[in-house]
């Protein structure tokens, strides 16, 4: 069975920094294309930052400069350091990989990101 399951969700006051991380099992990491998605109380899910099967990473306006994915393959991992965090930043974040060959899309359970003093 896949399975994607990220960590590292939490309450962090503004300014402060967290890092998510996701971990898939039950098929080969390396063939998904991997991103974070977020979804604030009362709005639709957007996409935060994808990153390529060898890198390319791509982050909406509103977290560059901000946010770094990464990737690790040995480990079937995909990180999203957060930096300088700010209240909008306030979400559920989740975890999506899509299988470039059958192009199956996963979802994660999710992971609370509460920026708050």
């Known amino acids: 069975q896949v399975q994607f399951v990220e960590s590292g969700g939490g309450l962090v006051q503004p300014g402060g920094s967290l890092r998510l991380s996701c971990v898939g099992s039950g098929s080969i990491f390396s063939i998904y294309f991997m991103g974070w998605y977020r979804q604030a109380p009362g709005k639709q899910r957007e996409l935060v930052a994808t990153?390529?099967?060898?890198?390319?990473?791509h982050y909406a306006d509103s977290v560059k400069g901000r946010f770094t994915i990464s990737r690790d393959n040995a480990k079937s991992s995909v990180y999203l350091q957060m930096n300088s965090l700010k209240p909008e930043d306030t979400a559920v974040y989740y975890c999506?990989?899509?299988?470039?060959?059958?192009?199956?899309?996963?979802w994660g359970q999710g992971t609370q990101v509460t920026v708050s003093s």
């Open positions: 999506n990989a899509y299988h470039v060959t059958t192009h199956m899309t996963y």
């Open positions: 990153i390529g099967l060898t890198d390319s990473p």
